[in-house]
């Protein structure tokens, strides 16, 4: 009988404010990728929820190119129909497209019956991707650190306690993460090099000691904040955004989504952060979400 293989991978809040290109968070907010062997080479898309106008369902769907060109690097012709289902809002700077090509890879790796260990799929997708923070989380799970070496990737994740509470607020606009790249500076002073170096450090040491009193100066970033927020509206007086029970609020990767970390009154603080993007004429929806611990899970059953 005929199996149907069936990923599902997190949604991924890259750089935290200081750890930038270097580390993510992993957010219970799902890709669902299941496929179907066909016996012809024909491969079919089905899309189904956030943003299908952002989703071509032809051959160009990044899904359906990522497997196709992995599976032809494993000689492999093989077609297959796809069935999407996005929780993961795109062009929003939470990771969907490392989503899609990390999901991609564990489906290639069901459908060829390869092996491809953990650094292999992190390195893999990296390559793809361009950058390892948002496929190592995406592919491990909770806090994950990682760094590029000589075409590979070295990453280490831990697990987010349950009594961290994130909020994210997703304003309705994408963003392409190459546009939020451009305007990053070429270079970096040392102090400015220090300043985050120092706070990227502790804020690992920190969660990976299990401890969760993040101080507000870990989301004090020099690199990429300050540069990318003059194509966000509203960014600034969010970053500037203060609440009792606030320990910080970052921008999501590339933007513009952002992601709060609060101890208290998750909603409360998700509605300010929204109202303020309102004040700037931008619509946004806000959500209160636990971290994903799981990382991509996959299985199979008879289609
Ligand atoms: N770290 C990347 C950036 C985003 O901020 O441009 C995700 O890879």
Not at 121 to 145: I, K, Q
Not at 154 to 181: G, M, Q
Request: charged share 20%; with cysteine.
């Amino acid at each position: 009988m005929p199996q149907r293989f069936s990923v599902r991978v997190p949604a991924t809040g890259a750089n935290l404010g200081c750890a930038f290109d270097c580390a993510a968070l992993a957010l219970g907010l799902y890709l669902d990728i299941h496929a179907t062997p066909r016996q012809d080479s024909e491969v079919t898309v089905r899309y189904s929820g956030v943003n299908p106008e952002r989703i071509p369902t032809d051959e160009s769907n990044l899904i359906a190119r990522t497997m196709r060109a992995t599976l032809a690097d494993w000689n492999m012709t093989r077609g297959f129909d796809l069935e999407i289902e996005n929780q993961i809002p795109v062009g929003a700077g939470l990771g969907s497209s490392a989503a899609a090509i990390v999901g991609s890879l564990a489906a290639c790796h069901w459908l060829a019956d390869a092996t491809l260990m953990d650094e292999d799929l992190v390195s893999r997708a990296t390559r793809l991707e361009g950058h390892p923070d948002n496929v190592a989380a995406a592919w491990h799970g909770g806090f994950t650190v990682s760094a590029q070496a000589e075409g590979r990737v070295l990453s280490y994740s831990c697990a987010v306690p349950e009594t961290v509470r994130l909020v994210l607020v997703i304003p309705d606009y994408a963003l392409s993460t190459e546009k939020a790249r451009e305007v990053l500076p070429a270079q970096y002073s040392r102090e400015d090099a220090v300043h985050n170096l120092q706070r990227a450090v502790v804020l690992a040491a920190q969660l990976f000691s299990g401890k969760t009193d993040l101080h507000r100066t870990f989301f004090d970033d020099r690199w990429h904040q300050p540069q990318r927020a003059p194509l966000m509206p509203g960014l600034r007086e969010v970053l500037d955004y203060n609440h009792p029970d606030l320990s910080g609020v970052c921008l999501s990767g590339a933007g513009p989504s952002v992601l709060a970390f609060a101890l208290a009154n998750a909603e409360m603080i998700g509605e300010e952060i929204r109202q303020i993007f309102q004040g700037k004429g931008i619509n946004s929806q806000a959500m209160v979400l636990p971290a994903d611990n799981l990382g991509a899970k996959g299985w199979s059953l008879p289609a």
